[in-house]
């Protein structure tokens, strides 16, 4: 048995849209966010109080990239990585953890010192510099991407779920419009596939299916948005949520939980 634990628009989106990719049957379990401060009970699975944590025969994990690498080994093979005898190996590994490490802690801050600390704690010019940081670190996906559709062996890999979050991010904090043209095409080339849009679905599902008290008791978005999103599927499916708002279109139903 697989178990996600997921806040809306985490880091958990990752291995989210891995597993969707695989084809695996899990449970996700929604969490608000942050689940350290709204869901004591779940500082019993991970003590680090973060998302994702990943439980599959009584082990835990809780990084995003290496649960994408589990899941394609242990549940592999699969064209959704890279091995070792293939030229792009050591891209890769290197790309997968770009995603994580290069592209997605400076959107921390971003979200950290412009959004949700108290007014008088904000930092303009830190949002300021680690955007233009963010983006300048995107100078090199847009590098990786020219003459070829995916970061690495001319296929969709977990190279591409680990920086395609990154993007989703970045799109949700409102750096969407500064990426690079090839990296835009690239992020809608994502967006496109059926895995993406299925799991963004398993969210939907559970969180019409769970009570809306759980989102409720999340007013404050925490400290690093994963709260924050407005995400937009193409139609018959969409999703908005938000700090305020969570709405979720599926077709000819809609669903407004005013936070
Ligand atoms: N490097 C970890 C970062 C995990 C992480 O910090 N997740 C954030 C959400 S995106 C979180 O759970 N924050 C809540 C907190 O810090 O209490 C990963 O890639 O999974």
Request: net charge negative; aromatic share 14%; charged share 20%.
């Given at each position: ?30 969490l608000?966010?942050?689940p ?38 242990r549940?592999?093979?699969t ?71 995916y ?10 779920i ?10 949700f ?47 404050d978005?925490g ?28 077709p ?8």
């Open positions: 048995m697989i178990t996600l634990y997921h806040c809306m628009s985490a880091r958990s989106f990752r291995p989210l849209w891995a597993l969707e990719e695989l084809g695996l049957s899990y449970k996700l379990n929604m608000p966010f942050p350290r401060v709204h869901a004591r009970q779940y500082l019993d699975i991970n003590p680090i109080g973060t998302v994702p944590a990943l439980v599959i025969d009584d082990i835990l994990m809780t990084e995003s990239a290496a649960i994408c690498q589990y899941l394609a080994k549940f592999g093979p064209a959704l990585e890279i091995d070792p005898e293939e030229p792009d190996y050591a891209k890769y590994l290197n790309w997968l953890h770009y995603g994580e490490a290069t592209l997605t802690f400076p959107q921390t801050l971003i979200l950290r010192y412009g959004q949700f600390e108290e007014p008088q704690r904000r930092l303009p010019q830190v949002v300021e510099d680690y955007s233009r940081w963010f983006l300048g670190r995107l100078k090199a996906i847009s590098s990786a991407l020219e003459g070829r559709e970061l690495c062996q001319n296929r969709f890999t977990i190279a591409d680990s920086v395609g979050y990154a993007l989703m991010l970045a799109e904090i409102g750096l969407g419009d500064r990426f690079p043209e090839n990296v835009m095409l690239y992020w809608q080339r994502l967006q496109s596939r059926e895995s993406f849009t299925k799991a963004w679905l398993a969210i939907a599902r559970e969180v019409l299916g769970q009570t809306v008290q759980t989102f409720l008791d999340s007013n978005a400290r690093d948005g994963a709260f924050c999103t407005i995400a937009l599927l193409t139609p018959p499916q969409a999703i908005f949520c938000s700090y305020d708002f969570v709405l979720c279109y599926i000819c139903i809609y669903v407004l939980f005013l936070c």
